[in-house]
């Protein structure tokens, strides 16, 4: 059989003739690579997924309702109590392990980089995202007298940038054998022609799947295995671009533990009723987050009796399971988003293009589309000036200006004890 000549024809059905255009330019040994390449992708997958950006989003047939949640700042003075000391046994007794997300694009930051390499300008010096992290666990390692187990998810594209910073700064202090360092997997990027882009190695060019990756890519690494072998019984998985995240919250923990539930989130109420952020509801009776674009404008500003806005905890990647959620949640197909990004690519005479406007899809699956598989989950309102502090955009809203004014002032409020 010759394998070209399959190839050839698989990329005419599919209509990828500039890949074939580009296979008649390149050395043989890249030849052999592209086909390789071409012969993992499942392109009626890339093409139902290319077809679908061009659907609407219909979520009127299904039944939303709004969520109940627990705020930190209202709870008694015994439930903080019971619930901090239900979490922090679990921590001191070595049953809880954090995931950082740090698999993402960052292309809206602009960052020449792994996200979790930007350096934050605080307090002159400046702070890394990943030292700001590993800040965050080592104090709580310090508190509860043990190690939490710190697994850090990769894409492909960055995973060897990330090591090398990491082995360079000496892990920021953390013991080395509880980093465990696992990598996502890819799909394929399309233009808006459904053409798939190529990439400066002469391949076709591959992005991390999304965050939603991270369950399935923790079985498939071996980190879930891991895990169990560890004892370990509860998992946060946070992001990595939220200097003011809490990686070891006793309460949140505390909480899904008195609750029984299976899966527990930090929110932060809506700044505004049109803030970008995805919030959560029910849908059907199961837990959801819709995201701001799919939020019916008047279900976006409704009200309830106490004049609180009925969608307004938003989602701020600040998750936690029990391992048996894991397990079962990495088992299953999540379904995938697309998002309209910059990508540079190379064009048909050689060129890398590197555009000015977004010109390619992304697919992704979200890490909060695993709720609906559960019947419940428990939310803890935390405090924005607490907890939600994102590094996102390059200005403006969401970014290293307001993420350092935001994390400066926070840790001027404790040194005051405020
Ligand atoms: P975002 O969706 O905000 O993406 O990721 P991003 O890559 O940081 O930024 P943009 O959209 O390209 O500008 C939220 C979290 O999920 C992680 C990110 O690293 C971040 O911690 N993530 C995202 C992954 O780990 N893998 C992915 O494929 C996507």
Known sequence: MDKTQDTIDLLKEYNQHHIIN?????????????????????????????????????????????????????????????????????????????????????????HTGPKGTFKLDVYGKGKYLFEILAENLKEANQKYETIIPWYIMTSKENNEETVNFLEKNNYFGYSQKDIIIFTQSELPLVDTEGK?????????????????????????????????????????????????LKMADVTLLGMAIKKGVQIASKSVVKANPHEKVGVFCKMNNHPKVIEYAELPEK?????????????????IMCNLYTIDAIEKVSKEALMYHS????????????????????????????????????????????????DFAPVKNKEGVDSPKTAKELYEKYWERQKRGT
């Open 299 to 315: 279900m976006a500003e409704e009200t309830d009796i106490n004049g609180e806005l009925k969608y307004g905890e938003s989602h």
């Open 22 to 110: 580009l296979l008649s330019k390149i050395e043989e040994k890249e030849k052999e690579e592209l086909i390789e390449q071409i012969s993992n992708i499942d392109f009626d997958q890339i093409m139902e997924l290319y077809d679908n950006t061009k659907k609407e989003i219909e979520i009127k047939e299904n039944k939303i309702e709004s969520t109940s949640y627990l705020d930190k700042e209202k709870l008694t003075k015994e439930q903080k109590e019971e619930f901090d000391m239900l979490g922090e046994t679990a921590i001191r007794k070595g049953e809880y392990a954090v995931v950082t997300m740090a698999g993402g694009q960052g292309t809206r930051l602009g």
């Open 196 to 244: 798939l882009l190529i990439n400066k190695e002469m391949k076709i060019k591959e992005a991390s799947d999304g965050n939603g990756g991270t369950y399935s890519s923790l079985r498939a690494s071996g980190s879930l295995a891991d895990m169990k072998e560890r004892g370990i019984k509860w998992i946060f998985i946070g992001g990595v671009d939220n200097v003011l």
């Open 339 to 386: 998002a309209f990004k910059k990508n540079s690519y190379i064009d048909e005479n050689g060129r890398e293009i590197i555009p000015e406007e977004p010109n390619s899809y992304k697919f992704e699956s979200f890490i909060f589309d695993a709720f609906e598989f559960f019947d419940d989950i428990a939310i803890l309102r935390g405090k924005r000036e607490d």
